[in-house]
């Protein structure tokens, strides 16, 4: 069984409560130079990690290139993890009607939406979860979108030697420049493969590189400008992933169990894997590392993690905070 080595971890981030450090949050990341070389690595980038849906985008591209014809915040909620509002699973359930097929099609697990007055509406309407609030609807729906149009079959659209997953496992390849690797199950029921930091860095350089940008991969500049365009689509309204994208211009991308992805429009990129799980210090760190390679400046940095990390807080006011760990120092 692989397991990723924690002896090789750095400590990117601690938690501080009354000048006291209470936790640690360790990790590895990799920031990538726009010409694709390691600017900053910290831990052990290139031991493998499951991305989780940080691969999300390079799945839809997938979805594109069977024939899935996405617009706008369809692309943006296909390559996201949306918190199951009314307006985001009406964008799916939209993607769904354009291929013909309903909620009922859907493989994912069905949820509550994680979006409040949504989940509250439900329950008051009597309604029990749904398919379509579950946060991968919107991929699960281009899946299906891409398998009408190229006249694959929908009823197993999540087995791994089916067409789509296995050009989804390509498109992994193409991007990370690195063949998927201990295939699994996603929490939705999708197939999963490992890659390394550095190549899912790779992959958000080519992504963040490519918005706006006509000389770009066409289906890369599609994703990558939605994404922008429309972050609320990508998590939800005042969410880490869509604060970040906005505050940085830039494609975020959060996965489970502590990964998080950013391609800056220069190409720069970051990829950090916390080995706890936990996700509550990887904007800081992963913003505090495109600082300390040079990729964007003091007062950026300080905006966005402003805008993403919260106090630690006692009796209601503020008594500690989320800050760099030992693997920042001299480089801050």
Request: charged share 15%.
């Amino acid at each position: 069984m692989h397991t990723f080595q924690a002896g090789s971890a750095a400590e990117l981030a601690v938690i501080t409560r009354g000048n006291f450090i209470e936790s640690r949050h360790v990790g590895s990341l990799v920031v990538l130079s726009p010409s694709g070389n390691t600017a900053l690595a910290l831990g052990a980038p290139e031991e493998l990690i499951y991305a989780r849906s940080a691969l999300k985008p390079f799945q839809a591209i997938a979805s594109m290139n069977a024939g899935a014809e996405l617009q706008g915040a369809q692309i943006a909620l296909a390559s996201g993890s949306h918190t199951g509002s009314f307006e985001h699973m009406t964008v799916a359930q939209g993607i769904l009607a354009e291929a013909g097929l309903s909620a009922d099609d859907l493989l994912c697990p069905q949820a509550w939406p994680a979006d409040e007055p949504s989940h509250q509406a439900l329950l008051k309407a009597g309604h029990g979860k749904q398919r379509l609030a579950f946060n991968c609807s919107g991929k699960h729906a281009a899946f299906l979108w891409g398998c009408v149009k190229s006249g694959w079959p929908t009823e197993d659209y999540l087995s791994p030697d089916h067409p789509l997953q296995e050009l989804v496992m390509r498109t992994i390849e193409q991007f990370t420049g690195e063949e998927p690797q201990h295939i699994t199950v996603d929490g939705c029921g999708a197939p999963l493969g490992a890659t390394s930091l550095t190549g899912l860095a790779r992959a958000y350089s080519a992504l963040g590189s490519a918005v706006e940008n006509i000389k770009a991969d066409a289906r890369a500049a599609t994703v990558a400008t939605a994404m922008v365009d429309y972050p609320e689509y990508v998590h939800g309204h005042n969410s880490s992933d869509t604060l970040l994208s906005q505050a940085l211009d830039a494609v975020v991308k959060r996965g489970a169990e502590g990964v998080l992805a950013i391609g800056l429009r220069s190409g720069a990129s970051v990829a950090l894997k916390i080995l706890d799980g936990s996700n509550r210090a990887a904007p800081l760190a992963a913003v505090r590392a495109l600082q300390a390679a040079g990729y964007i400046d003091r007062e950026l940095a300080d905006r966005a993690v402003a805008a993403t990390t919260f106090p630690i807080t006692g009796g209601g006011a503020a008594v500690g905070a989320i800050e760099p760990g030992r693997a920042f120092e001299g480089l801050l």
